[in-house]
């Protein structure tokens, strides 16, 4: 099942959850991409943003490739 495009973005934030429908991925983007152009924070192409890390989302930039992280759903 593909999800429509909603909120789509071209530019997101430290901390955003994105789903980029071209490659049915599920994004979590803590700082520049490849296709960042300065310190923008830019993804390959408009992804779907439906939510934010609560918390310091650049401590992802620690976790190497092998590693499992776990995404909890903030209440409040």
Same mark, same amino acid.
């Given at each position: 099942?593909?999800? /429509?495009?909603? !909120?789509? @973005?071209? #530019?997101?934030?430290?901390? $955003? #959850? %994105?789903?980029? #429908? /071209?490659? !049915?991925a599920?994004? &979590?983007?803590f %700082? /520049?991409?490849l296709?960042? @152009? %300065? =310190?923008?924070?830019?993804?390959?192409?408009?992804? !779907?943003?439906f939510?934010? &890390?609560? %918390? $310091?989302?650049?401590? #992802? @930039?620690q976790?190497? +490739?092998? +590693?499992? &992280?776990?995404? $909890?759903r903030? =209440?409040?």
């Amino acid at each position: 099942m593909i999800a /429509p495009e909603e !909120n789509q @973005k071209e #530019l997101v934030e430290i901390g $955003d #959850l %994105g789903y980029w #429908l /071209p490659q !049915n991925a599920f994004c &979590i983007f803590f %700082g /520049p991409t490849l296709a960042s @152009k %300065g =310190d923008e924070i830019r993804p390959a192409s408009a992804v !779907n943003v439906f939510g934010r &890390i609560v %918390g $310091d989302a650049t401590v #992802l @930039k620690q976790v190497s +490739e092998v +590693e499992r &992280i776990a995404i $909890d759903r903030a =209440d409040g």
